[in-house]
């Protein structure tokens, strides 16, 4: 049977024929996943990062234990990762605790696992947009427990103290890579995998360094301008933007593209 009308974009199916690798799984990626296959494209979900657990559990502990218990007043989340913690830690949000979230990623992942996103920023989706936003909203000193990496540098929790704020900054996670299957490896290799999605800065190390080789053909396609500098950093050649930080727009950025292949190299 002659399936190639699978592979042929329309309007509804603009990305028919597409093989997308999606680097991040749990809620956040099945969402991804569902979004590409209403497009008409195949997700191949390739978890590249996870967190693997503080140096400090104990101080950890006691942060969720005081959110949990209405210590703070807001709840700032700089990456989807720190929402993987918060979920793995079944952590209880407060209904009189707001939860900022850095950009339209972390605010997707925070959804898609049932908590609430009080403020997301309008324009600058970094640490520094954050704190400014929560700065103008904020006149009054306020109890913030910023939640972040292990590398993550301590922007947001200097500017949130020097406008008189009450921060508690604790270290959430370390990012760890997780290496891909190699058949994954062999379908980037070989251009089957027709574009990558690009969401952070350690998603772009991680595709750096588990695929050394990626075709010319293959779009990487990074979530917004500060994703895209850091994968140009780490020595990525970025293809396309999405104009905002949304899974939707970066979906509809790739879709602009024409498909890479021809549609039987295509066939499994």
Do not use: C
Not at 88 to 100: D, G, M, Q, S
Not at 132 to 151: D, F, G, H, N, W
Not at 191 to 218: D, H, K, M, Y
Not at 239 to 246: F, G, H, P, S, W
Request: aromatic residues 4%.
């Amino acid at each position: 049977m002659n399936s190639s009308h699978r592979h042929t974009p329309t309007p509804e199916r603009p990305l028919a024929g597409w093989r997308v690798l999606v680097p991040r799984g749990g809620p956040w990626g099945d969402g991804v996943a569902a979004n590409l296959r209403s497009q008409g494209a195949t997700p191949v979900i390739a978890p590249l990062i996870n967190f693997a657990p503080t140096n400090d559990q104990a101080t950890l502990d006691e942060a969720l234990a005081d959110l949990a218990a209405g210590a703070f007043d807001w709840l700032t989340v700089t990456s989807a990762t720190t929402v993987d913690v918060l979920y793995a830690y079944r952590a209880l949000i407060p209904a009189a605790t707001k939860v900022a979230a850095v950009g339209e990623t972390t605010a997707a992942a925070l959804q898609a696992v049932g908590y609430r996103v009080d403020l997301v920023p309008e324009r600058d989706n970094s640490a520094a947009g954050m704190a400014e936003q929560m700065i103008a909203l904020e006149p009054e000193p306020r109890r913030v427990l910023a939640l972040r990496s292990e590398i993550a540098k301590p922007v947001l929790t200097r500017m949130l103290i020097e406008a008189g704020h009450h921060v508690r900054s604790v270290v959430a996670y370390r990012t760890v890579g997780v290496p891909v299957t190699e058949k994954i490896a062999l379908d980037v290799q070989s251009g089957r995998i027709n574009a990558i999605l690009v969401t952070s800065g350690s998603v772009a190390e991680q595709v750096q360094a588990q695929f050394p080789v990626i075709p010319e053909s293959t779009v990487i396609a990074a979530i917004g301008p500060r994703t895209a500098r850091d994968a140009r950093r780490a020595g990525l050649s970025v293809d396309v933007i999405a104009e905002q930080q949304t899974v939707d727009a970066l979906i509809e950025a790739v879709a602009r593209f024409p498909l890479p292949h021809a549609a039987d190299e295509l066939q499994p």
